[in-house]
């Protein structure tokens, strides 16, 4: 006679499946704990250059008590990780005030190749998008244990596949989003849209004519997801100005002078709300 234990089989599938995922929960933690240690940092500083550059373990050592921040921004660098672009946005805002934390999701040491840069062609890697969220979400959950940060509104704000990462993740308490390379528009649904809340503005900006999204499927711009009630605006830069095929538009000063603007009006609007 054959006896049957359902219930037993069912409790050991489900020990055997904690045993087994495990391991891979405590890969991923520390994978996380790497983009965050490696994260280069720009504080705001009463020094020539206006900035200084730290790394997270020194925050509190390196801030210039004579300049705070005014708020933290949290970056997410394009798919070829952290580079002079990074340094260019995190020096200009700290110039102007503002703390940036960028991590390096180049530090993980699993980090399959997601772009080619030389060809202007992503989506190699179409699991990294959720890999970028958390390690968003992680850096704006470990810079609040900070000392120096407390307190302070933050913004997310990234470029290209880093700018996806902006306009994509959700549940992240910020007071902003900039979305610098990005249209918005995708055939995976996860790349799609604005998952921004309905009192959190966006700041869009994209070149019309942007050398990384001449496919169909990327046509339009984030203002297609935009509440213009709440002081999102998308930026679209147009021919014949320069930018229009540019995908890296924040080096110039007026796209700068557009994301200070912003921010201003963004925070103002944010310390009004949580005042007292």
């Not at 008590?65 to 970056?75: K, R, S």
């Not at 960028?102 to 699993?110: C, K």
Request: one cysteine or more; glycine letters at 8%; hydrophobic letters at 40%.
């Amino acid at each position: 006679m054959r006896t049957s234990f359902p219930h037993c089989r069912i409790a050991v599938a489900l020990v055997l499946a904690i045993l087994a995922s495990a391991p891979f929960a405590r890969a991923d933690e520390a994978e996380l704990q790497r983009t965050w240690d490696a994260a280069r940092v720009y504080l705001p500083a009463a020094t020539p250059a206006g900035f200084v550059e730290a790394g997270v373990d020194n925050i509190d050592d390196r801030l210039d008590p004579e300049t705070p921040p005014v708020a933290l921004i949290v970056y997410a660098h394009g798919c070829n990780g952290l580079s002079r672009i990074t340094d260019a946005t995190g020096r200009f805002l700290a110039q102007a005030g503002y703390a940036v934390i960028a991590p390096d999701s180049f530090a993980r040491i699993d980090k399959p190749k997601s772009c080619d840069p030389a060809t202007h062609r992503g989506g190699l890697h179409r699991a990294v998008l959720g890999w970028r969220q958390d390690e968003m979400r992680n850096a704006v959950e470990q810079a609040s244990l900070l000392r120096s940060f407390n307190g302070l509104p933050v913004v997310i704000m990234g470029h290209s596949q880093g700018a996806i990462t902006a306009a994509t993740i959700e549940d992240v308490p910020a007071a902003a989003r900039i979305v610098e390379g990005w249209t918005c528009h995708a055939g995976w649904p996860e790349y799609r849209g604005l998952n921004s809340e309905p009192d959190q503005p966006v700041l869009a900006l994209l070149g019309r004519d942007d050398p990384w999204f001449k496919s169909q499927v990327f046509g339009g711009d984030c203002g297609d997801f935009m509440n213009e009630d709440n002081g999102s605006r998308s930026i679209v830069y147009e021919k014949p100005g320069y930018l229009a095929e540019k995908h890296w538009l924040s080096v110039d000063r007026e796209v700068q002078q557009e994301i200070l603007e912003f921010l201003n009006r963004s925070l103002t609007t944010w310390r009004n709300k949580n005042a007292g």
